[in-house]
């Protein structure tokens, strides 16, 4: 222990040693290095104190060099000035123009020193120089070119050709001021010969104009072309010179004489101005068109909100020329839209003629029925005008033409489909009295309007008329289904494309679906009528089931003759239907829809009329109504003969309607076929078998057992106080032996043998 004592003593030692012996080499360190900051400032001098001639000499040096410069470029200014005064004096322009453009580099060397009065002196003689050069050009050009003197020699040709060098080195405004001159002296004998009280200045002779253009064109080129820069683009700028004139000119004669103006006119004039202005556009690219003085961007109603620059013109617009000059005629599409609009009234009341006259078609046919050539017509004329029109203009005469389309949409329909449907009775459909479309106040009233067809139809019914309509009528209806369908796909074509055409701002105003509407509601009304109709021919086969004794049949037999009957009526029929409708598959289904739809209730309802009813008898009804289930599902197929097979299946959605309608009806007979004691299985079994179960439909059934009112009390009122919830859930689980429902196995085993016999007999 004393050792250790002893070595942790001897430690404690060396460790104060240690840490004596790092202070002191730190101390040494720090000494070190303010030695080395000391010895670094002493160089920085030197080196200061070296390179202090060094720096002065390379300022002289700079000063030297700037003074030369400057003395060079004073040289250069002096001479230069003379030289051009004396260059300008001889109008010797070639050299002048190089000798300018340097006068001009030096100047801005000088441009610190505008305060001695030397150099300012200098300045303002260059400024002088090039004033006198700006005006002594414009001289020298008006004498050249104007009047006896245009005939000029080639070496005044060269004369000017070498000034408009002088004048590109000069400011910009000396050079707009010499174009627009000569750009004027160009235009002048046109604004002369097309004055407004001139005879050619009217709308029939405007070829004129442009052949005058063109002409000019080409002499400008030959003899005045070499003069001017290529790139002033002095062609370009005299075309849209005379393109602003000419619009100037017709919008002034137009207001003026607009009552002169008729369609072909307009039209005329349009036409070959569009086709000056694409010429023109493949001829120039544009590049000058907003640099010009005389160009406004807001005239042209083509041109892109963005801004337009030289650089990016020709990729906003390949025809940068497109309504310059035919903008003017917009405000006068009135005349055009007018002229449409007589058009296509003539229009439909030819097609209203036409399908008067119509030969009729042959209901043996298997082709199918085609759309109506007059609303091809139609629509190729709509074509027509929409193609015309755009290439007018895409603003509200656009906008108009789309709403002249709806209106006759709206005139067809009515006066061509709807007013020669087929006859009702004894009356034609075209003697009902629909409202005028003009008349009409919204499309609401139109829609109204193809209802009353249906309203009427039904009308005639419950006056017990006999209504039927021919095989011919039948394939007219189905003819102006079609056409119908034809309507509206193209109408809804018809809308998109004219979105497209119209211009942004107004193609939220393009809205076709109100007529779009009316096209449906016509379908559906077509429909209607042959739902109809196939009904009727139903109703004498339901009304001869009523009629049979129901009571007093002793065996199950064939199916009984209405069956026969109601087959019949409909292989007479839909197998038409389906032939006219063969374009239009989907609407031959609505229509087989409609029809079970229709039918099977009123099946049912005939069946509450079949009483009394036997065990035997409600037998016979229920293997007929199974024989009138297997041919309603498949309905759509149904060949004229029973030879022929189908070649389809029936849609699933038709095939589910009529099994939850014919399953019904069989539900039906099967409880009248049960027993009637005791009363609580009887409900039982009713509540069981039948979906939806009410007082009311228990009270016929129990009519068609032969139950008086008085004996269905007892009935009714153990129906109102079951718990039907409670029912089902006892009726769902597995009965116990002896209760009330395995009482009625014999029932449920003799209806079994009933479907056996069904089935092997079909």
Same mark, same amino acid.
């Given at each position: 222990?004393?050792?250790?004592?002893?070595?942790?003593?001897?430690?404690?030692?060396?460790?104060?040693?240690?840490?004596?012996?790092?202070?002191?080499?730190?101390?040494?360190?720090?000494?070190? !290095?303010?030695?080395?900051?000391?010895?670094?400032?002493?160089?920085?001098?030197?080196?200061?104190?070296?390179?202090?001639?060094?720096?002065?000499?390379?300022?002289?040096?700079?000063?030297?060099?700037?003074?030369?410069?400057?003395?060079?470029?004073?040289?250069?200014?002096?001479?230069?000035?003379?030289?051009?005064?004396?260059?300008?004096?001889? &109008?010797?322009?070639?050299?002048?123009?190089?000798?300018?453009?340097?006068?001009?580099?030096?100047?801005?060397?000088?441009?610190?020193?505008?305060?001695?009065?030397?150099?300012?002196?200098?300045?303002?003689?260059?400024?002088? /120089?090039?004033?006198?050069?700006?005006?002594?050009?414009?001289?020298?050009?008006?004498?050249?070119? +104007?009047?006896?003197?245009?005939?000029?020699?080639?070496?005044?040709?060269?004369?000017?050709?070498?000034? *408009?060098?002088?004048?590109?080195?000069? #400011?910009?405004?000396?050079?707009?001021?010499?174009?627009?001159?000569?750009?004027?002296?160009?235009?002048?004998?046109?604004?002369?010969?097309?004055?407004?009280?001139?005879?050619?200045?009217?709308? $029939?002779?405007?070829?004129?104009?442009?052949?005058?253009?063109?002409?000019?064109?080409?002499?400008?080129? @030959?003899?005045?072309?070499?003069?001017?820069?290529?790139?002033?683009?002095?062609?370009?700028?005299?075309?849209?010179?005379?393109?602003?004139?000419?619009?100037?000119?017709?919008?002034?004669?137009?207001?003026?004489?607009?009552?002169?103006?008729?369609?072909?006119?307009?039209?005329?004039?349009?036409?070959?101005?569009?086709?000056?202005?694409?010429?023109?556009? =493949?001829?120039?690219?544009?590049?000058?068109?907003?640099?010009?003085?005389?160009?406004?961007?807001?005239?042209?109603?083509?041109?892109? +909100?963005?801004?337009?620059?030289?650089?990016?013109?020709?990729?906003?617009?390949?025809?940068?020329?497109?309504?310059?000059?035919?903008?003017?005629? #917009?405000?006068? /599409?009135?005349?055009?839209?007018?002229?449409?609009?007589?058009?296509?009234?003539?229009?439909?009341?030819?097609?209203?003629?036409?399908?008067?006259?119509?030969?009729?078609?042959?209901?043996?046919?298997?082709?199918?029925?085609?759309?109506?050539?007059?609303?091809?017509?139609?629509?190729?004329?709509?074509?027509? *005008?929409?193609?015309?029109?755009?290439?007018? +203009?895409?603003?509200?005469?656009?906008?108009?033409?789309?709403?002249?389309?709806?209106?006759?949409?709206?005139?067809?329909?009515?006066?061509? !489909?709807?007013?020669?449907?087929?006859?009702?009775?004894? &009356?034609?459909?075209?003697?009902?009295?629909?409202?005028?479309?003009?008349?009409?106040?919204?499309?609401?009233?139109?829609?109204?309007?193809?209802?009353?067809? !249906?309203?009427?139809?039904?009308?005639?019914?419950?006056? %017990?008329?006999?209504?039927?309509?021919?095989?011919?009528?039948?394939?007219?209806?189905?003819?102006?289904?079609?056409?119908?369908?034809? *309507?509206?796909?193209?109408?809804?074509?018809?809308?998109?494309?004219?979105?497209?055409?119209?211009?942004?701002?107004?193609?939220? @105003?393009?809205?076709?679906?109100? #007529?779009?509407?009316?096209?449906?509601?016509?379908?559906?009304? *077509?429909?209607?009528? /042959?739902?109809?109709?196939?009904?009727?021919?139903? $109703?004498?086969?339901?009304?001869?089931?009523?009629?049979?004794?129901?009571?007093?049949?002793?065996?199950?037999?064939?199916?009984?003759?209405?069956?026969?009957?109601?087959?019949?009526?409909?292989?007479?029929?839909?197998?038409?239907? =389906?032939?006219?409708?063969?374009?239009?598959?989907?609407?031959?289904?609505?229509?087989?829809?409609?029809?079970?739809?229709?039918?099977?209730?009123?099946?049912?309802?005939?069946?509450?009329?079949?009483?009394?009813?036997?065990?035997?008898?409600?037998?016979?009804? /229920?293997?007929?109504?199974?024989?009138?289930?297997?041919?309603?599902?498949?309905?759509?197929?149904?060949? @004229?003969?029973?030879?022929?097979?189908?070649?389809?299946?029936?849609?699933?959605?038709?095939?589910?309607?009529?099994?939850?309608?014919?399953?019904?009806?069989?539900?039906?007979?099967?409880?009248?076929?049960?027993?009637?004691?005791?009363?609580?299985?009887?409900?039982?079994?009713?509540? =069981?078998?039948?979906?939806?179960?009410?007082?009311?439909?228990?009270?016929?059934?129990?009519?068609?057992?032969?139950?008086? =009112?008085?004996?269905?009390?007892?009935?009714?009122?153990?129906?109102?106080?079951?718990?039907?919830?409670?029912?089902?859930?006892?009726? +769902?689980?597995?009965?116990?032996? %002896?209760?009330?429902?395995?009482?009625?196995?014999?029932?449920?085993?003799?209806?079994?043998?009933?479907?056996?016999?069904?089935?092997?007999?079909?």
């Amino acid at each position: 222990t004393r050792d250790m004592v002893r070595s942790q003593v001897a430690v404690g030692g060396d460790a104060a040693a240690a840490l004596e012996e790092a202070q002191k080499a730190i101390l040494q360190l720090f000494s070190q !290095i303010r030695d080395i900051k000391n010895k670094a400032g002493e160089s920085e001098t030197m080196v200061k104190e070296i390179t202090r001639d060094i720096k002065q000499l390379d300022t002289a040096k700079r000063n030297l060099t700037t003074a030369i410069t400057t003395l060079n470029h004073l040289h250069m200014l002096v001479g230069g000035t003379a030289t051009l005064a004396t260059l300008t004096a001889k &109008r010797q322009y070639g050299e002048a123009a190089l000798l300018l453009q340097g006068l001009l580099e030096v100047l801005n060397h000088f441009s610190a020193y505008q305060n001695i009065p030397q150099i300012k002196e200098l300045s303002d003689q260059v400024e002088c /120089l090039k004033k006198e050069l700006g005006e002594q050009i414009r001289q020298d050009f008006e004498t050249a070119l +104007s009047g006896d003197n245009s005939s000029r020699s080639v070496g005044s040709s060269q004369q000017l050709a070498e000034a *408009c060098l002088v004048v590109s080195v000069l #400011e910009p405004r000396v050079k707009r001021s010499l174009i627009s001159w000569f750009i004027q002296l160009q235009i002048k004998e046109y604004t002369i010969m097309f004055q407004d009280n001139e005879e050619q200045a009217w709308l $029939d002779k405007i070829e004129r104009r442009f052949n005058w253009f063109k002409k000019s064109l080409i002499e400008f080129e @030959e003899r005045h072309g070499p003069i001017f820069p290529p790139d002033w683009e002095m062609s370009e700028r005299i075309a849209a010179e005379f393109c602003r004139v000419t619009r100037t000119d017709l919008s002034r004669i137009l207001q003026r004489r607009n009552r002169e103006v008729d369609t072909k006119l307009l039209l005329h004039s349009i036409q070959k101005t569009v086709a000056f202005e694409s010429l023109l556009s =493949r001829r120039f690219t544009g590049r000058t068109l907003n640099l010009s003085s005389n160009y406004d961007p807001a005239n042209n109603p083509f041109e892109e +909100s963005a801004p337009v620059t030289s650089a990016n013109y020709q990729n906003i617009t390949s025809q940068p020329f497109k309504g310059i000059i035919s903008q003017c005629f #917009e405000q006068y /599409l009135y005349i055009y839209i007018d002229a449409q609009d007589r058009n296509l009234s003539e229009l439909i009341d030819r097609f209203v003629e036409d399908v008067k006259k119509q030969p009729a078609v042959d209901p043996k046919s298997e082709a199918g029925t085609s759309v109506l050539s007059s609303c091809g017509d139609l629509f190729v004329f709509y074509k027509k *005008c929409l193609v015309q029109c755009a290439e007018l +203009s895409t603003g509200q005469p656009l906008l108009s033409l789309a709403n002249l389309f709806k209106k006759y949409l709206r005139e067809y329909m009515h006066r061509v !489909i709807l007013a020669n449907l087929p006859k009702i009775g004894g &009356r034609a459909a075209n003697s009902i009295q629909f409202p005028v479309v003009s008349q009409l106040k919204d499309l609401k009233d139109i829609s109204q309007a193809t209802t009353g067809l !249906i309203q009427n139809f039904s009308s005639l019914l419950k006056e %017990g008329e006999t209504v039927r309509f021919s095989e011919q009528d039948q394939v007219t209806i189905c003819t102006f289904l079609v056409t119908a369908e034809y *309507c509206l796909d193209t109408a809804q074509q018809l809308q998109e494309k004219l979105k497209q055409k119209v211009d942004s701002e107004y193609a939220e @105003e393009i809205n076709l679906s109100g #007529e779009l509407d009316m096209f449906h509601s016509t379908i559906s009304n *077509c429909l209607s009528l /042959l739902v109809q109709e196939l009904d009727i021919a139903c $109703d004498a086969s339901l009304i001869s089931m009523t009629k049979i004794t129901w009571s007093q049949i002793q065996q199950v037999g064939d199916q009984s003759m209405y069956v026969s009957q109601l087959v019949s009526s409909w292989r007479g029929m839909v197998p038409r239907v =389906r032939d006219c409708l063969s374009a239009s598959r989907k609407y031959f289904t609505q229509f087989c829809v409609k029809f079970v739809s229709s039918f099977i209730p009123k099946f049912i309802s005939m069946l509450y009329k079949c009483k009394p009813l036997s065990t035997v008898g409600a037998e016979q009804l /229920l293997l007929d109504t199974h024989s009138l289930k297997t041919v309603l599902m498949d309905l759509p197929n149904i060949c @004229e003969t029973a030879a022929l097979k189908p070649s389809r299946k029936a849609p699933a959605a038709f095939t589910k309607v009529v099994v939850k309608g014919m399953t019904r009806a069989e539900m039906i007979l099967k409880v009248v076929m049960s027993h009637a004691d005791p009363p609580a299985v009887f409900i039982e079994q009713y509540i =069981r078998l039948v979906q939806d179960p009410d007082t009311v439909e228990l009270g016929k059934l129990l009519e068609m057992k032969g139950f008086r =009112r008085t004996d269905q009390a007892i009935y009714l009122q153990l129906f109102k106080e079951a718990d039907k919830e409670e029912l089902l859930e006892e009726t +769902s689980s597995q009965p116990a032996q %002896g209760s009330p429902i395995s009482q009625s196995s014999a029932e449920q085993t003799r209806v079994k043998k009933l479907e056996k016999l069904i089935k092997k007999r079909l």
